[in-house]
Every structure is written in C-alpha cells, then in structure tokens.
C-alpha cells in the first residue's frame, strides 16, 4: 500500500476515534479531501523541481506510536538551551511530555494545541486563527487533516515573555519508521513580544519523516522571533511549512540553521497585511554526504510602506545539495516597498549542487527592490593570505566559512543560542577556533 | 638564512622565473627592483609557498632546509613572512581575532602553549603604538574598506607581530602617503636584527632612504641580471632600466 492510500485509510480510523464535537471536525474533513485529490508532491511541480520525495515515500512509516516511551532528561538535555531558563514544550514520538516540559498559564499560554482544541475557554481563538493563514497545499493539508498535537502559545496584548520558549519533538526510533505531524498555532497580541526555539530531534537512526505545519499570527506590533534549529540525524527528514501573518508595524524574524538531517525543506511563507511590516528571513545552510536542504520562501508584500530582508547563506561540501528559491510577491497597492534579498553560496566539493533560484514578481511602480544570489568557491588568495600567516589549511577553510556565515548571526538576540550556534558551525566545520565571531 | 638556487617557476605553460640565484645573511636587507611584470611578486609568492605557482628547477633552502616542498603555513612557522603587494580582504574576521589565531598557530607548530591573554594584548597595543595604529582600527575586519595605505600598515603591524625570521616585503611603501611611510619604515627598522633579514621589493629609491640595503638587485624577465650596493638604486632611479637591456646584449 502507498502512503498515501495508507494515510486515507487511517484517516477514517483517526477521525472515528476523536469526539465528533471536534471544532475542527470539518477542516480535518475538507483537508483530506485536497490532500487525496492533490497527493505528494512530485518533481513534475515547479515548486519541486529540484526536491524528490520518491525515496522518502518508500518506507513504511507507523502513524500513530505503538508505546509510549520513556526518555530522560539526561539523555536529552544537550536539546535544550538549558544555559538559560526557558519555557518548554516536548513532544516525544509527537506524545505530550509533561515531564519534560514547563508550560504556563501565567501571563501568557504556552501549552497544548489538543488543551487548546478541548477546552472552551480557547474556542474563540482556535475558531479565529486555526487554518487561517495557512494555505491549501497538499502537504499542509495532510497535516491539518491530521492535527491533533502540537505547541499553542497565545501572547496576551502587551504583554512581553520573560522567557524565551522552546518547542521540541524528539523521536525515538522505537518503530522502525516514524511519520509524525506536529501543528502549532502561535499567536502574538498587540505590542506583545516573544522569542521561539524549535527543534526536530531523532534519538535513533531510524527513518522519521516529519510533516510540520506551524501558523503565527503577529498582530500590530507585534514582536516575534523564532529560530528554527535544524541538526537532525542523517536518517530523518523534515517537511516544515510555516506560515506568518503579520499584521501593521509588527516585525517577524526567522533565522533558520540547517545543519542537518536527510531532506529538509523548508515552506516559510510571510504575508504582510498592515503598513510598516517588518520581515526578516536569515538562514545559514552547512551541508555534507548526500544530505538536501530546501528553502522555498515567500514574501507576499500587500500592504505599502512595509520591508523585507532576506539572508541565506550556503556552504556545501561532498554530494549535499540546496536549494533556494526566494519568492517576492509585491502587490499593485503595496507602493514603497523595501525588498532585500541575498542568497550566497560556497560549494566546497565539486560534487556538490545548489540551485538558486530568485522570484520578483512586482506590481506596484514604486519599489525598492534587490536581489542578489552569489556561487562560489572559498577565496584561494584569502586562504594563502590566512596560510601566509601560518593558520593551517583547515583552519584556515573554517575562518573563512565563519567569516561567511557571519553576519546571518549577528541578528540572533539570545546570546547563549548564538553561542550554541557558533559551537554547531565549529562543530560542523570540524574545527574549533579561539574565539566566537 | 636564505639561499635561492637557479629556481625556476611559472604556471602552466608560462615561465615567470627562470632560473634565480639569491643569497641573503642574517642582519641583512636586499632590495629588489626590476620593471613591472618581471617577477618580483611572483618570486615572493614561490618563497612563501603559493600553491598556484610551479617550481620546475632548483631549490629554496631556509637555513640548510629545503622549504620549496612546504606548505605555506609551515614556512610560515619556520619564520618566513611575506608582507603583500594586495592584501586580501576578509569581511568577518577581525584584525585583532586574526593575528591572535596566527600568533597562537604558529606557536602551536611549534610546539609552544598560546599566548597568555594578557601578554597579547600588551604586544598588541605595543605594536599599534610603534606604528601609530589607531586602536579602534584593530576591530574592524580585516582589509575591508582599508585604504590602500592603511593595508600596508596593517601588513606591517601583522609583521611587528609575527617576528619572522625573514621578512619579504612587497611594495610596502606604494600606497602609503610620506609621513606614513617614515612611520612603517621605522617600524621595520626596529625590528632589524643580526639574526632576521629582510627583503625589500620596491619601485622607488625613496623607501631605500629610509631602509638602507646592503644589496640591491635588478630582476629582469624572471632573472636577477645585476646585483650592486645601495648605490644601484639611485642609478637606477635616474636612468630607469634600458642601460642594464643594453649592458646585457
Ligand atoms: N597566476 C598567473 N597566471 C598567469 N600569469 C601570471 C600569474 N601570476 C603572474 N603572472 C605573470 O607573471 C609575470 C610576473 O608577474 P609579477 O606579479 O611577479 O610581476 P611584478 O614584477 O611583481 O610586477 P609589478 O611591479 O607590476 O608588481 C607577469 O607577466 C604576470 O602577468
Ligand atoms: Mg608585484
């Protein structure tokens, strides 16, 4: 049986076992519908082109976990940024962990989407914001016709998080293959702010495939950063589709660090509703072996007034392949518009492909707008200059790849996370300098 | 120190140096000069150990030691160090975090502990001060947006911090404006030994006031076609190079 046909059929069994006053009952009901009309995407789609799912599709993934299993903090504590206090929530085989997170109801809700989904006091939000951003594409309507778990944070207006929180689900590799679907629902109230860490970590090599759907809402000025940390096992794959609508004088960062896993591709999609919109898409890409990252990123620019910066940068080595295509959307009202983006690439082995691929599409007459999309080898002058000075050739290489990835981290606003990040691209590098950049 | 045996280099199929002899003694300074294109820099690069040239003939030996087959990072632990003619820029890496990673490199070849902080920053701000190098200067990254002048600064104070054994410098003083040049001259000068030597490319007589050589040599189409005392240089500066073509018919 395909995946897909093992994905419809559980989907009655899935839905005969939640309540029926689900109130999302008949989005889960729709959604699989596009989805069995749609299917997985395949390369013939232009938007996929350069992404094969093909061999992904083959395994037999389990749906649903057969055990609960146990992890401890021990084990799994290098995951989190436990150099700093931070609210936490912990999926483990996309099961709840209460007993590894810290949720609140304090000021601010950072708990369950299930909670969220059953309980009244949540309906009006769940009802205003649930599926609303997010678009009728045939993976996220998997994944909403399947959601159930996920994180659900809601900032009160004005109110400011005193800590950042942490979203992270870990597999454990006690079913051969494992198909998860986590859904978050962020919203972020007026002149509220919040920073966000999530993560997707296998505890195994066995196969996992994850299909995350995560929607924000940044209502007016609204603050938001989020950091997507992507260092996953060479056996998991991930299939993220974000979605952010923000709403006037908010401003949304996302800095995406992929370091890892098998596949990965990234769906970030911003949609600026309001003037003054601040967007901002910064990811560094270090990849080696076959590994394949894809960033497919939207900025759809409706409101005048507004910017965006984009800022990826790329280092491939071995067989790894990337992809970029950086879509910029500016709508015929949305006049003076200050569109920035910048993709650069370093391709350390022959072997290794990027494909890099720009998308204005203007429709208002007075814009700013710029892109610029660099491939490259590492500089020979610069490394003889840095050998000249006795830095040996593999540091030498390393200096170079930090200096190049460099300003992508100058943005991160949490000093022991840029740290963490720093020590990651040292690691990844194979290399530790004496000092952090 | 330095001993050149009938080197010859080039790149693929083009010869740039082509077949050169050059002796330099501890405590000495020999200058180099020759019209553009003959291979100053290209001969530099080959002593420093530049990959994208190939030695086809003859050998490099560092006190007695074959180095033509090192990498250029091992030459440079050995002590050679080539200040030059366009420095490279590197957006992202201070110069400050830059000359501490070569310092503490070379020291790790070898074989010593890093520098203690402190005592890099005390060398650091003495070598800033010998050169009249702004601190604020030192934070910056490295070459980038540097004018031309300020790079050659930059090379000297890498030099000041390096200590080499033998000090290749490219065409240091182009760029650099009078005042700053007596500042950089003097700066190598102080650094002058009986036990280091240094090897001066340069175009003008003007530098050769204020590092005096003992030798200089005329490089002509990837040879060294005369060798004299200091005085060369001033013959040269006033009758340019035709006289030595026509000497050599
Ligand atoms: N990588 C290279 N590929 C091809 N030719 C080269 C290369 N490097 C140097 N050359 C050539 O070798 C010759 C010598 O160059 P080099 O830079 O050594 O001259 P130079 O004496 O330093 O000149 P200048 O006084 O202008 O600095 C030149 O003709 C130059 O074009
Ligand atoms: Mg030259």
Not at chain 1, 347 to 362: R, V
């Amino acid at each position: 049986m395909s995946l897909k046909d093992k994905l419809l059929s559980s989907f009655i069994a899935f839905e005969d076992y939640l309540e029926d006053d689900s109130p999302i009952h008949d989005v889960r009901n729709e959604a699989i519908k596009h989805f069995e009309e749609k299917g997985f995407p395949t390369k013939k789609e232009e938007a996929w082109k350069y992404t094969s799912l093909r061999t992904l599709l083959k395994e037999d993934y389990s749906l649903t976990p057969y055990k609960e299993s146990v992890v401890e903090f021990k084990d799994v504590k290098k995951y989190f940024l436990h150099e700093v206090d931070t609210y936490k929530v912990v999926f483990v085989d996309g099961v709840y962990s209460s007993f590894l997170s810290q949720t609140t109801h304090d000021k601010l809700d950072v708990c369950l989407l299930s909670a969220a989904f059953s309980k009244d006091k949540y309906k009006s939000v769940i009802e205003t914001y649930f599926n609303k951003v997010a678009k009728s594409e045939s993976l996220t309507s998997l994944n909403t016709a399947f959601a159930k778990e996920g994180a659900y944070i809601f900032v009160p207006n004005h109110v400011e998080s005193d800590k950042p929180i942490e979203i992270i689900n870990f597999s454990t590799g006690n079913e051969a293959a494992a198909m998860l679907q986590p859904r978050n629902l962020i919203v972020v109230g007026e002149n509220a702010h919040v920073q966000i860490i999530e993560r997707h970590q296998s505890l195994s090599g066995n196969a996992v495939l994850t299909n995350a759907v995560t929607e924000i809402f940044a209502e007016k000025r609204a603050h938001l950063d989020y950091y997507k940390i992507q260092n996953d096992q060479h056996t998991a794959s991930l299939l993220d589709h974000t979605y952010i609508h923000q709403e006037r004088d908010s401003i949304c960062k996302v800095h995406t660090f992929s370091f890892g896993g098998k596949l990965t591709r990234n769906n970030l999609n911003f949609y600026q509703n309001g003037e003054h919109c601040d967007s901002v898409l910064k990811g560094i890409t270090i990849l080696e072996d076959n590994q394949h990252v894809d960033h497919n990123t939207l900025v759809h620019h409706i409101s005048p007034n507004c910017e965006s910066h984009q800022d990826y940068k790329g280092i491939f080595d071995d067989k790894s392949t990337g992809v970029f295509n950086g879509k910029v959307l500016v709508e015929k009202e949305a006049q003076k518009i200050d569109a920035f983006q910048q993709n650069n690439n370093i391709l350390i082995s022959d072997k290794a492909t990027i494909n890099a691929k720009p998308q204005l599409e203007i429709f208002a007459d007075d814009v700013k707008c710029s892109h610029g999309c660099t491939i490259g080898q590492l500089d020979e002058d610069a490394m003889f200059y840095l050998r000249s000075r006795g830095i040996g050739k593999k540091e030498a290489r390393a200096l170079l790849m930090y200096a190049f990835a460099n300003n992508v981290l100058e943005s991160v606003k949490i000093p022991e996370l840029k740290k963490r990040i720093n020590k990651l691209i040292a690691n990844k590098i194979g290399v530790s300098l004496g000092f952090d950049l | 120190m330095l001993k050149i045996k009938n080197l010859r280099a080039g790149v693929e199929d083009k010869d740039i140096l082509n077949g050169i002899d050059l002796h330099v003694s501890p405590g000495e300074v020999h200058a180099i000069m020759g019209p553009n294109g003959s291979g100053k820099s290209t001969l530099a690069a080959v002593v420093a150990g530049k990959e994208e040239f190939e030695v086809t003939e003859g050998e490099v030996l560092l006190d007695g030691e074959d180095i033509s087959e090192l990498d250029p990072e091992e030459r440079a632990h050995k002590g050679v160090f080539l200040s030059f003619q366009y420095p490279v820029e590197i957006p992202g890496v201070t110069v400050t975090n830059f000359i501490k990673t070569a310092i503490n490199e070379t020291r790790k070849a070898q074989g010593m502990e890093d520098m203690p902080a402190g005592e890099m920053l005390k060398k650091i701000k003495e070598k800033a001060d010998l050169l009249e190098i702004d601190r604020k200067f030192l934070s910056r990254s490295l070459n980038e947006g540097f004018s031309g002048g300020e790079k050659k600064r930059n090379e000297i104070f890498q030099l000041a911090m390096m200590e080499p054994k033998l000090a290749i410098l490219d065409e240091t003083d182009s760029g650099l404006d009078i005042d700053a040049l007596k500042v950089v001259a003097n700066g190598v000068n102080k650094l002058k030994s009986d036990d280091n030597a240094v090897i001066v490319i340069t175009h003008y007589q003007r530098l050769l006031d204020y590092i005096v050589p003992d030798y200089v040599h005329v490089l002509m189409d990837g040879k060294i076609v005369k060798s004299g005392p200091k005085e060369l240089a001033y013959e040269l500066e006033k009758r340019g190079y035709d006289w030595i073509k026509e000497e050599l018919v």
